[in-house]
């Protein structure tokens, strides 16, 4: 299953929102009625963080002001008010079709 | 407090081998499946293998099988992954990643091993 993200760059200013798209190739539902989208934050040189996992559910730790939402094939990742700590690149994954696929990444950096 | 320690990374000759290893700590590694999942220099990420909590269910991906060979130790919380026949097309950081909760929920992830081949 393909996953295409947008954009792949995101320039965003302090305190303003940003928004993420990601696109499945085919609808992310499986059979038990779950939905495996999952989303991570990697600063540069630090490995993967996972932040939402099935569409929208928050990791401990996760502030509130990254959201997730979507069905089906499209999901959006949603940062408010940006911090400076919220730089690096942000994949899409999905774990519902075998073999698990990953978005191209998207890289936020502060305007 | 989780945690995963990738080990065995390094620069090796086109054709050659490399063995990986994660030592893991702060949870009950047995009742966990556990995967490999690389990124080449500057790119995106690529799951490559993964094993069950029960060494049964093994699972390679298409661009590893016939060449790479995941296990795991539960007596000694570690994961391994057997590199052999290794390509120029290999170099990436090795993360090994716990999942769990349901299908590959990777909640956590090592620091990564780099590995480079190159002649």
């Known amino acids: 299953v393909a996953m295409t993200q947008s954009p792949l760059s995101l320039p965003v200013t302090l305190g303003q929102s940003a928004s993420i798209s990601c696109r499945s190739s085919q609808s992310l539902v499986y059979s038990d009625g779950n939905t495996y989208l999952n989303w991570f934050h990697q600063r540069p040189g630090q490995s993967p963080r996972r932040l939402i996992y099935?569409?929208?559910n928050r990791d401990s730790g996760v502030p509130d002001r990254f959201s997730g939402s979507g069905s089906g094939t499209d999901f959006t990742l949603e940062i408010s008010r940006v911090e400076a700590e919220d730089v690096g690149v942000y994949y899409c994954m999905q774990g519902t079709h075998w073999p698990p696929t990953f978005g191209q990444g998207t890289k936020v950096e502060i305007k | 407090e989780v945690q995963l320690v990738e080990s065995g990374g390094g620069l090796v000759k086109p054709g050659g081998s490399l063995r990986l290893s994660c030592a893991a700590s702060?949870?009950?590694?047995?009742?966990?499946?556990m995967h490999w999942v690389r990124q080449a220099p500057g790119t995106g990420l690529e799951w490559v293998s993964s094993?069950?909590?029960?060494?049964?269910?093994?699972y390679y991906g298409d661009s590893v099988r016939g060449r790479f060979t995941i296990s795991r130790d539960n007596a000694k919380n570690s994961l391994y992954l057997q590199m052999n026949s290794l390509r120029a097309e290999d170099t990436a950081v090795y993360y090994c990643a716990r999942e769990s909760g349901g299908l590959y929920l990777f909640d956590y992830w090592g620091q990564g091993t780099l590995v480079t081949v190159s002649s």
């Open positions: 094993i069950g909590s029960i060494p049964t269910y093994i």
């Open positions: 702060g949870f009950t590694f047995s009742s966990y499946s």
């Open positions: 099935k569409v929208s």
